[in-house]
T-cell receptor, first 110, second 119 residues
């Protein structure tokens, strides 16, 4: 069974700090990896995608992928209270819907 | 990313009635759409995958006769909750996947969701 594991949190970080969110996946053939942000009461919003090993930066967000370790992470630099949300890791194992983790709740404390 | 709308954004209905939720892909033709349900403080649960012009594929445990899905065009999919009961109260979210556009076809873009309350 294809699985995506995330620590449910909550992860609390002070404003201005780096938030580090982690995700592991079970299906080795997965090629596409995504991070979604979901605010309370809202639907998920795609914030990052990554396809190759290494780092991908977009503004304050950096996604990191290590296919050998089946590990994906999201770093949020200079965390702001507005970053407080649940972050969903998603994996595309190919020709199926995305497999989502249960999400990590991030709380940025002002 | 792709722009997806849902209507209505919220609905309150009486037990036993049916409710139809529309999901529209506004800026590209979606051959595949997905329907999710999310209870408060719980994770997304995939209900079904719908492909334009064919029958939807339901996830295990989802009653196909209760949750009717129609994907009649490349821009519209509908979910009808038939004979709704209070336990069907939830946040229903659609997303679009594969399509004919410049958007990536290996990810999903979500609509804003529909909050259903059954009294």
């Amino acid at each position: 069974q294809k699985e995506v594991e995330q620590n449910s949190g909550p992860l609390s970080v002070p404003e201005g700090a780096i938030a580090s969110l982690n995700c592991t996946y079970s299906d080795r053939v997965s090629q596409s990896f995504f991070w979604y942000r979901q605010y309370s009461g809202k639907s998920p919003e795609l914030i990052m995608s990554i396809y190759s090993n290494g780092d991908k930066e977009d503004g304050r967000f950096t996604a990191q992928l290590n296919k050998a370790s089946q590990y994906v992470s999201l770093l949020i630099r200079d965390s702001q209270p507005s970053d407080s949300a649940t972050y969903l890791c998603a994996v595309n194992p190919g020709n199926t819907p995305l497999v989502f983790g249960k999400g990590t709740r991030l709380s940025v404390i002002a | 990313g792709a722009v997806v709308s849902q209507h209505p954004s919220w609905v309150i209905c009486k037990s036993g009635t049916s409710v139809k939720i529309e999901c529209r892909s506004l800026d590209f033709q979606a051959t595949t759409m997905f329907w999710y349900r999310q209870f408060p403080k719980q994770s997304l649960m995939l209900m079904a995958t719908s492909n334009e012009g064919s029958k939807a594929t339901y996830e295990q445990g989802v009653e196909k006769d209760k949750f009717l899905i129609n994907h009649a065009s490349l821009t519209l999919s509908t979910l009808t909750v038939t004979s709704a009961h209070p336990e069907d109260s939830s946040f229903y979210i659609c997303s679009v996947g594969a399509g004919t556009s410049s958007f990536r076809t290996d990810t999903q873009y979500f609509g804003p969701g529909t909050r259903l309350t059954v009294l």
